[in-house]
């Protein structure tokens, strides 16, 4: 029987948690830290409040020598916000629509915003994780989150 996972990541960054919590929440400011590189998105909706939904199409180019329509994979996240506490705490319903069958799937992610001497320490931890995702690219993608989120406030 497989349990389902949950992981987390946490980064001081050298902002308030208003700046990092407004662009959290920002769509305009989500492909600057939210997406890998080499990943384009367009965002569909973005409703920031509780309750709300937003939806965020994407194409990934596959490593290789030459790009062509063929060698990029495509997906879609849908995500609705359960609960957002200003400058505290985000957390979010996201459903992955991509190829991979083991890695589609719902999840729950949250994030904390703590202010600490030197800024904020942000906290993502992500519950339910799809047996597709392993731990180590889980715990990739949230660093790699959380450098382009301080890249982007900092």
Known sequence: MTFPATHKNSRVILAKPRAIFRTMLDPETIPA?????GVTAQIEHFDSRPGGAYRIAFQQ?????EESESSKVAGVVDGRFAEILPDERIVESVRFD?????????????TILEQVKDGTKVTIAAADVPSGISEGDCRAGMDMMLKKLANFVE
Do not use: V, Y
Not at 33 to 37: D, G, I, K, T, V
């Open 33 to 37: 830290w939210r997406l890998p590189s």
């Open 61 to 65: 180019s596959r490593e290789g020598p």
């Open 98 to 110: 991509i190829a991979n069958p083991p890695s589609q799937g719902e999840l729950s992610i949250t």
